[in-house]
């Protein structure tokens, strides 16, 4: 069946462009963008943004990894696919109702809220858009192409809009729906090409009670990691100052950036390692997680090193010279991206897959309290270095638990890896690229020439001690090169 002959290698290639250009819009973007706001404005958005991602989370309950999971598992009968998202629609839509309720109540209550209501209530779409958008369904059956295509659109769309209507401190606001524009708006498409994939008319003989046990599962899963994720700058923003949350969320945005292309593997993974659980494929399971575990090995690991000798230079280049406060949240929270990578992989696309959801769940909350607890000890005296200590410490904690209850899977795996590798092309790496940091020739050549000797070090020495997946990667860029050098008659 066409389905199941889905490539692998496009998903991971589509995804790939979509986390590009997530990475492209933020660097064009935020440089002009910091310089004008400030702090101040990018600190009251991040705010906002993190204030409605509560709200967001109980709309959603739990649906956007459930449901890849569920419709993942019988996308190969339409009927009985058609009748899934259909009842999980009807669940969403009570959900996102009172999700709404519950902010209108905060609105008209919170003092602290009074100032920048209209921003609130601008970013609050992003409930509704996320609402109708249906993201998991078109994930489930690996619909990469029409989700890059589409967001890559509203993402220019959005890019364009910035510099036109953005020119003075007080268009926050404005700000804050523009955002919404590039990340969301483009949603509305999922809602009217649903046709296409699913039986619109009404089916009936509804079985909602079946969704909500493992549904309530993953909502306390995602509440986990929205908590500390996103209470960081809600507890910056009331425990300290918007310039606080606006040097946080400049360090956040950035590690961000580089945790989606860590990730990038892992997301068109879960459909496909559920459709293989579901069949009983373990072998290539196995095969499939080996090969993504090293892939975040050798992706996090140099960009960790990277932007931690580089934070400085980071900043002062998308941020400008009103961002030194963020410099050392930035290199304290720089370990994330190997921790996420990793977590990413083991729960969502190991452990969930296995239906062993309630152990990321498990680790989710020890890291989610841990976070709250050291946010409230060390915010009032170091703010957002404070803050950015509380994540990682969470985000390690998150590891160890998930990596204790895989180590039977993950041990034999891990064992194959070379090690001595990887540290010494890190050390030649970094001593390769240490020289720029002697010359004064600004940030942004600093970071284009240290990047150009670090990276290309790294990966000359993997391909000297010849690292299999290096290799591997790279006999696929070239046999794709040249068929289409053949296709064209080149």
Not at 173 to 190: C, E, H, M
């Amino acid at each position: 069946m066409t389905k199941k002959k889905i490539s692998l290698k496009k998903n991971f290639i589509m995804n790939l462009i979509l986390t590009m250009s997530s990475f492209i819009f933020p660097l064009i973007t935020f440089p002009y963008v910091s310089r004008i706001l400030l702090a101040e404005g990018t600190g009251k958005v991040s705010f906002a943004t993190s204030l409605i991602s509560y709200f967001m989370l109980f709309s959603q309950l739990g649906v956007p990894t459930y449901g890849i999971r569920v419709c993942a598992s019988v996308r190969d009968n339409k009927e009985e696919l058609s009748r899934t998202v259909q009842e999980l629609f009807i669940i969403q839509l009570f959900t996102t109702l009172i999700s709404y309720a519950g902010l209108a109540v905060v609105l008209l209550t919170v003092p602290r809220l009074q100032a920048d209501r209209t921003l609130y209530i601008i970013v609050s779409l992003n409930i509704f858009f996320t609402f109708i958008s249906m993201e998991w369904l078109y994930k489930a059956l690996e619909q990469y192409t029409y989700i890059t295509v589409r967001s890559i659109i509203f993402k220019f769309v959005a890019l364009i809009a910035m510099f036109i209507f953005i020119h003075q401190k007080s268009d926050y606001v404005i700000y804050g729906g523009i955002t919404i524009l590039a990340a969301s708006a483009s949603n509305i498409f999922n809602f009217v090409n649903l046709h296409r994939h699913i039986y619109i008319r009404p089916l009936g003989h509804y079985n909602l009670k079946r969704h909500l046990k493992p549904i309530m599962i993953f909502f306390a899963m995602s509440c986990a990691t929205t908590i500390y994720t996103h209470i960081d700058t809600l507890m910056l923003g009331f425990m300290a100052t918007d310039t606080d949350v606006g040097y946080y969320s400049a360090a956040v945005k950035i590690k961000n950036i580089l945790v989606s292309l860590v990730t990038s593997l892992g997301a068109v993974l879960l459909p496909r390692v559920s459709y293989y659980v579901k069949n009983n494929q373990i072998d290539a399971f196995k095969h499939v997680t080996s090969k993504a575990l090293h892939f975040v090995i050798l992706m996090a690991t140099p960009m960790m090193l990277y932007f931690m000798l580089y934070a400085g230079d980071a900043i002062r280049f998308l941020s400008g010279s009103g961002y030194e406060g963020a410099i050392i949240p930035m290199i304290i929270i720089m370990p994330t991206l190997l921790f996420i990578g990793l977590s990413n992989l083991m729960g969502i696309q190991i452990l969930v897959p296995l239906g062993r959801e309630k152990i990321v769940l498990f680790s989710e909350i020890t890291g989610a309290v841990l976070d709250l607890v050291i946010n409230v000890i060390l915010i009032p005296h170091l703010t957002s270095a404070g803050a950015a200590i509380g994540t990682v410490v969470a985000e390690f904690t998150v590891v160890l638990f998930q990596f204790i209850v895989l180590k039977d899977l993950l041990v034999p795996i891990l064992k194959k890896f070379n090690y001595i590798a990887i540290i010494g092309a890190l050390v030649i790496s970094t001593i390769a690229s240490l020289w720029v940091k002697m010359i004064s020739v600004g940030s942004f050549l600093t970071l284009v020439t240290s990047a150009v000797c670090f990276f290309a070090m790294y990966a000359l020495i993997l391909n000297l001690v010849r690292e299999p997946l290096v290799l591997e990667l790279e006999k696929q860029v070239l046999e794709r090169f040249i068929s289409r050098r053949k296709k064209n008659g080149g």
